[in-house]
């Protein structure tokens, strides 16, 4: 059985940070050992300069002050100082000794085992239903896409000193289970407080401003045994809810503590206890199944059932007398008339306009009919005004839900596109889909892997190969971001650098090779999103010259053109306000062309047009260009060893 592990959860230090030091240094030395420590709330707050006149934010980041042991951190109501999300962006989350900062959808596992999920910042429903992605530190908000990324991100494993540097952590990094062990996070369910017999001392509006409706599903996913979050109110106060638990054959315990604020203005009257200590210890294949505590409550999440209570008929005495209205007859209700299941004469169903007589509109045979687009299936006569089509409605019509980013109204869903999670995403590595023994290399923010069916024909497809393995690979962020224009500004430095490291690499590789390189990159926004990447293809020198002319000719044939202003298009798309697909030239330059709306854009139209250069038609579609995965891992191993002094991140 695994040991278990002393956690120390202290509430928002709003920036006194030498004191927060001093007093767990002191609470460890009596109390302790501790493993680590968390921080939920606002760690950071406003400047504060100490008694020298420096701030103590800036001190921290430098090194002049120490914490005494690990501490976890994460982004409360606050923006981040810029300074701190800086220094994020250079080491992915250590922002000094002992101290680590949580994304606002971070998952990390200890070197203890326990996995701990992390919601930061505040929610307001109409950022969350209408951002275009997800917020970054620079931001108080989180949106739909936070709890997406969230919820992806708890399929996978993930360490805070862990950089995926080698194939053997990617295999050994996925989840079988969503849940966690700890949750952390700024605001409630809203479900928290039903069922609680433990007194809130607090006002509705108190309690509902700290409380996300969308945190709920949240819960019901990742059934976290230890919640914390800040306390509720303007002094926020300590409450402890009674434990709960959740049917399942472990019949796993959860408990919600919120925690009072250690720093900031003093509060009035009684100071709020700003600490809680706990002993966990990791689930593993032997746990053994916690009891049900004496005074477990019934699961808000699960059993908390909101039924709106009818209103009452004003009392009346035995004559029918109402105190309000004076002599009103009781209602009498008129009973019903059972016909059986065949209508009245003369009637017609309004769905199939009598098609098909003798039956009732509530057992219509075409009541249950599937359109094209796997809605419902309109009934005769009915036309789609966005597209003409007979077989969906307008709300089920892909080309009337593609509308402009920003745009609200239309026939479309509201709301921003929602990701697809990791688990059915090709390109996560905590995905069961992506194909591990094609990965080639790994750095801190991206990866690079031949495709399946690469373009350049390989082994049994090939006479001969330029480039060691084929050379057509993909470089892909680690993180899981729709597009690359749509990862937030104050995260983007540290992946963009990476990318155009790993592009200048295999320049270099493939000019050793007699070959130049092409990079493209579809950037499209799409209802269920994406996993961004840039696909890179080697060509022999004597075509570079022609690949602009190429895409311009096969792009006229299509309807795709390409900005003059190429830079200036670009620009326009970022923040996720379009789509774009992207070429860079062997000569350095760049070509762009803005996806439009109600227009079709194949995703394949890159491969399609190298294909054509290259004079193999026939290499068009990846899936007739697969390969048996013994030559894949022939490949993969062939470009690795040719790649290795080229690699920036070896």
Same mark, same amino acid.
């Given at each position: 059985m695994a040991s278990s592990v002393k956690v120390l959860t202290v509430g928002p230090a709003l920036g006194s940070i030498r004191d927060l030091f001093a007093k767990v240094k002191a609470i460890d030395a009596k109390h302790g050992k501790f493993d680590f420590v968390l921080c939920v709330g606002d760690f950071f707050g406003p400047p504060k300069i100490d008694d020298e006149g420096e701030d103590e934010t800036e001190l921290l980041l430098n090194g002049q002050i120490e914490a005494p042991l690990e501490f976890y951190i994460m982004q409360g109501k606050i923006p981040f100082p810029h300074s701190v999300i800086q220094k994020f962006a250079r080491t992915g989350g250590e922002i000094c000794k002992n101290v680590f900062m949580l994304s606002k959808s971070g998952l990390i596992t200890t070197p203890n085992g326990l996995r701990i999920a992390c919601l930061g910042g505040i929610y307001d429903p109409e950022v969350y239903s209408t951002s275009e992605a997800a917020p970054g530190f620079a931001s108080p908000f989180f949106a739909?896409?936070?709890?997406?990324?969230?919820?992806?991100?708890?399929?996978?494993?993930?360490?805070?000193?862990?950089n995926y540097k080698s194939l053997a952590a990617i295999q050994s990094g996925s989840s079988p289970s969503q849940l966690v062990d700890i949750m952390i996070s700024?605001?409630?369910?809203?479900? /928290?407080?039903?069922?609680?017999?433990?007194?809130?001392?607090?006002?509705?509006?108190?309690?509902?401003?700290?409380?996300?409706?969308?945190?709920?599903?949240?819960?019901?996913?990742?059934?976290?045994?230890?919640?914390?979050?800040?306390?509720?109110?303007?002094?926020?106060?300590?409450?402890?809810?009674?434990?709960?638990?959740?049917?399942?054959?472990?019949?796993?315990?959860?408990?919600?503590?919120?925690?009072?604020?250690?720093?900031?203005?003093?509060? #009035?009257?009684?100071?709020?206890?700003?600490?809680?200590?706990?002993?966990?210890?990791?689930?593993?294949?032997?746990?053994?199944?916690?009891?049900?505590?004496?005074?477990?409550?019934?699961?808000?999440?699960?059993?908390?059932?909101?039924?709106?209570?009818?209103?009452?008929?004003? #009392?009346?005495?035995?004559?029918?007398?109402?105190?309000?209205?004076?002599?009103?007859?009781?209602?009498?209700?008129?009973?019903?008339?059972?016909?059986?299941?065949?209508?009245?004469?003369?009637?017609?169903?309004?769905?199939?306009?009598?098609?098909?007589?003798?039956?009732?509109?509530?057992?219509?045979?075409?009541?249950?009919a599937v359109g094209d687009t796997g809605g419902k299936k309109p009934r005769e006569g009915y036309v789609c005004r966005a597209c003409g089509s007979e077989s969906h409605y307008l709300d089920d019509c892909p080309v009337a839900n593609v509308r402009p980013q920003g745009q609200r109204g239309g026939g479309g869903r509201r709301g921003p596109p929602k990701e697809i999670t990791s688990d059915?995403?090709?390109?996560?590595?905590?995905?069961?889909?992506?194909?591990? *023994?094609?990965?080639?290399?790994?750095?801190?923010?991206?990866?690079?892997?031949?495709?399946?069916?690469?373009? /350049?024909?390989?082994?049994?497809?090939?006479?001969?190969?330029?480039?060691?393995?084929?050379? *057509?690979?993909? /470089?892909?962020?680690?993180?899981?971001?729709?597009?690359?224009?749509t990862i937030a500004p104050d995260l983007a430095p540290p992946i963009t650098e990476e990318i155009e490291r790993y592009k200048t690499a295999l320049r270099a590789m493939f000019a050793k090779h007699s070959m130049a390189a092409v990079f493209f990159e579809v950037g499209r926004l799409r209802q269920k999103g994406g996993h961004a990447h840039v696909q890179a293809v080697p060509i022999p020198l004597n075509l570079k010259d022609a690949v602009e002319s190429t895409f311009v000719e096969e792009g006229g044939l299509l309807g795709i053109d390409f900005e003059e202003r190429a830079e200036e298009a670009l620009a326009s798309c970022s923040n996720g306000r379009g789509s774009y697909f992207r070429v860079d030239l062997p000569d350095g330059g760049m070509m762009v062309h803005v996806l439009k709306d109600h227009?079709?854009?194949?995703?394949?139209?890159?491969?399609?047009?190298?294909?054509?250069?290259?004079?193999?038609?026939?290499? *068009?579609?990846?899936? #007739?260009?697969?390969?048996?995965?013994? #030559?894949?891992?022939?490949?993969?191993?062939?470009?690795?060893?040719?790649?290795?002094?080229?690699?920036?991140?070896?």
């Open positions: 739909s896409q936070t709890t997406d990324r969230l919820l992806s991100n708890t399929l996978g494993s993930s360490n805070p000193k862990q700024n605001v409630w369910p809203a479900a /928290i407080p039903m069922l609680s017999a433990v007194p809130l001392p607090l006002s509705p509006p108190e309690i509902s401003a700290v409380c996300a409706p969308p945190l709920d599903d949240v819960m019901r996913r990742l059934q976290p045994r230890y919640h914390f979050s800040v306390g509720a109110g303007q002094s926020p106060i300590f409450w402890e809810r009674e434990p709960y638990v959740w049917k399942d054959e472990m019949e796993r315990v959860s408990r919600f503590v919120a925690v009072g604020a250690f720093g900031g203005p003093p509060p #009035e009257g009684k100071k709020q206890r700003w600490f809680y200590a706990f002993s966990i210890a990791p689930n593993g294949p032997a746990a053994v199944p916690a009891s049900k505590p004496a005074n477990a409550s019934k699961n808000p999440f699960t059993e908390a059932v909101h039924i709106p209570r009818k209103r009452e008929m004003p #009392e009346m005495d035995d004559s029918g007398q109402n105190f309000i209205f004076g002599n009103v007859q009781k209602p009498v209700k008129r009973a019903r008339v059972d016909r059986g299941d065949k209508p009245p004469e003369g009637y017609k169903c309004k769905r199939c306009e009598g098609t098909d007589p003798g039956h009732l509109v509530r057992d219509c045979p075409t009541r249950h059915e995403c090709w390109f996560c590595l905590s995905s069961p889909n992506l194909a591990k *023994h094609l990965v080639v290399a790994i750095g801190s923010e991206c990866y690079v892997t031949l495709p399946k069916g690469q373009i /350049i024909p390989t082994q049994s497809a090939a006479d001969h190969v330029d480039v060691p393995g084929g050379g *057509h690979v993909l /470089i892909v962020p680690i993180a899981h971001y729709p597009t690359l224009n227009v079709p854009f194949s995703i394949q139209f890159g491969r399609q047009v190298i294909s054509t250069l290259l004079g193999t038609p026939n290499r *068009h579609d990846w899936k #007739e260009c697969t390969l048996s995965e013994e #030559e894949d891992r022939a490949d993969a191993q062939a470009f690795k060893q040719a790649f290795a002094p080229f690699d920036p991140s070896s």
